[in-house]
C-alpha cells in the first residue's frame, strides 16, 4: 500500500524558507513521479512542483518558480520543496502527491495528509 507523509510545515516570516519532506512507503518510489500541491482557505488545490521518475526533470508553476526547489532521494524515499523567499500568499496546506504519468494535473494517484505552511506579513 502506498504512504505519503508529508512534514516540514510551520509559521514563518516573509522572507523566509522552509523545506518541507514527504516520505513514502514502499519499493515503488523510484518509478513514480512525485509533485506537491497547495491549497489555500476557500481556494482549489493547485499544483506548485513536480520531478519525474526517470532523468528527474523537475516542473514548476510560474507562481514558484526561481523561490521554490524541487528534489527527490530515491534511496530514502523522500521527496523534498526547498521554499525560499516565502510570500504570505504561500500561505497554504501542501500535499505531497504520487503517480506513474502525471506531472502538472492534478490527477495523482495517491495523496499524503498535508502539511500547514503560514508565512507572516
Known amino acids: 500500500q502506498v504512504q505519503l507523509v508529508e512534514s516540514g510545515g510551520g509559521l514563518v516570516q516573509a522572507g523566509g524558507s522552509l523545506r518541507l519532506s514527504c516520505a513514502a512507503s514502499g519499493r515503488w518510489f523510484s518509478r513514480y513521479n512525485m509533485a506537491w500541491f497547495r491549497q489555500a482557505p476557500g481556494k482549489e488545490r493547485i499544483f506548485v512542483a513536480a520531478?519525474?521518475?526517470?532523468?528527474?526533470?523537475?516542473y514548476y508553476a510560474d507562481s514558484v518558480k526561481g523561490r521554490f526547489t524541487i528534489s527527490r532521494d530515491n534511496a530514502k524515499n523522500t521527496v523534498y520543496l526547498l521554499m525560499n523567499s516565502l510570500k504570505p500568499e504561500d500561505t497554504a496546506i501542501y500535499y505531497c502527491a504520487a503517480d506513474q504519468d502525471e506531472l502538472r494535473s492534478p490527477r495523482y494517484e495517491y495523496w499524503g495528509q498535508g502539511t500547514q505552511v503560514t508565512v507572516s506579513s
Open positions: 520531478i519525474s521518475w526517470g532523468a528527474g526533470s523537475t
